[in-house]
Structure formats: structure tokens, C-alpha cells
Nanobody
Framework: VQLQASGGGLVQTGGSLRLSCAAS??????????VAWFRQAPGKEREFVAA????????YSADSVKGRLTISRDNAKNTVYLQMNSLKPEDTAVYYC???????????????????WGQGTQVTVSS
């Protein structure tokens, strides 16, 4: 089972990108009670960006991205998205999607809670 993250690229400050996360070998829904996006900038620790509960579509976001980065899911396509608007240079990082079946709400922001990870997609925001 693999998660495939895509959609990264180079964009100017204020621009937009949409990242996608899909599962190969198994549909994302059974795989992930929660599906999340994390990011890691050079020299920094991996940080939580946003998560979505597949059942019900409840979403959770880091304060630093609220109002700009939005997580969503497409049930029919078994895909999770991260819509990124009003991008800033500090959003530059490798973005990873992650999923797991056995997460409680209090742990959704912890990277160690997730057992399945995508390979990452680079997002670069130029000033």
C-alpha cells in the first residue's frame, strides 16, 4: 500500500497550488480514519498542516495555515486534497500526506500517529 502525493511546484508569493493524495493498492477510505498533510522545511522538524476525518469530513488545521490552506476529500475518487491559497515563502517545504486507521482525535496532529506516508511533493514559494 502506498500513498502518492502530487501537485507541488514553484509559485510566486500570493499564488495557489492544489496538492493531491491518493492510495495505490488499496482505497484511501479503509486505509485512513484520518488523512493528514504534514510539511518539512530544510533544517526544520516535520510539522502538522491539516487533517480530515474521512467519515463526516471533519477538518483540523494548524493555526499558521487557517484561512489559506484547506483540506478536503473526494469520496468518489478516494483522494484527499490540500488547496493552498495566498502562499507565502514560509510555506516552502516538502509536503507529505499520511493516513492511519487507528488514531484518536487528540493525536491527529502528531506525525508519529500515522503509519502510512506518501513520498512527499516539493512546494517552493518565491518572494
Amino acid at each position: 500500500v502506498q500513498l502518492q502525493a502530487s501537485g507541488g511546484g514553484l509559485v510566486q508569493t500570493g499564488g495557489s497550488l492544489r496538492l493531491s493524495c491518493a492510495a495505490s493498492g488499496r482505497t484511501l477510505r479503509p486505509l485512513g480514519r484520518y488523512v493528514a498533510w504534514f510539511r518539512q522545511a530544510p533544517g526544520k522538524e516535520r510539522e502538522f498542516v491539516a487533517a480530515i476525518r474521512w467519515s463526516g469530513g471533519y477538518t483540523y488545521s494548524a493555526d499558521s495555515v487557517k484561512g489559506r490552506l484547506t483540506i478536503s476529500r473526494d469520496n468518489a475518487k478516494n483522494t484527499v486534497y490540500l488547496q493552498m491559497n495566498s502562499l507565502k515563502p514560509e510555506d516552502t517545504a516538502v509536503y507529505y500526506c499520511a493516513a492511519d486507521e487507528n488514531i484518536i482525535l487528540s493525536n491527529v496532529r502528531r506525525s508519529s500517529s500515522y503509519g502510512y506516508w506518501g513520498q512527499g511533493t516539493q512546494v517552493t514559494v518565491s518572494s
